[in-house]
Nanobody
Framework: QVHLVESGGGLVQAGGSLRLSCAASGHTFSSYSMGWFRQAPGKEREFVAAISWNHRTYYTDSVKGRFTISRDNTNYTVALQMNSLKPEDTAVYYC????????????????WGQGTQVTVSS
């Protein structure tokens, strides 16, 4: 069982940056891959980024070069550094944990945080 709590969301102007953090409970954190997903109003949840237990990273095309996912297996945290933000990045961002090495499918993630709102103004 993994309990996840996100923080770091907020309101930022286009072109700005935000850093999301996700704190995990449970001593098995290092064995999980971690993902970030987002859901905008009226849209389906979509994959943003993932990081395997050994720090291999994956990104959806729309955030490549702008977002960076990282993890700290000692402190049980995963972060999403978001730069050059665009209004279309506005969404609730969720942290999730999976027992798979990697997945961009939300159905493969049994553990989810409560979400944090990111709003990018134009």
């Amino acid at each position: 069982q993994v309990h996840l709590v996100e923080s770091g969301g907020g309101l930022v102007q286009a072109g700005g940056s935000l850093r999301l953090s996700c704190a995990a409970s449970g001593h098995t954190f290092s064995s999980y891959s971690m993902g970030w997903f987002r859901q905008a109003p009226g849209k389906e949840r979509e994959f943003v980024a993932a990081i395997s237990w050994n720090h291999r990273t994956y990104y959806t095309d729309s955030v490549k070069g702008r977002f960076t996912i990282s993890r700290d297996n000692t402190n049980y945290t995963v972060a999403l550094q978001m730069n050059s933000l665009k209004p279309e990045d506005t969404a609730v961002y969720y942290c999730a944990a999976s027992g798979r090495y990697y997945s961009n499918n939300g159905g493969d993630y049994p553990y989810w945080g409560q979400g944090t709102q990111v709003t990018v103004s134009s």
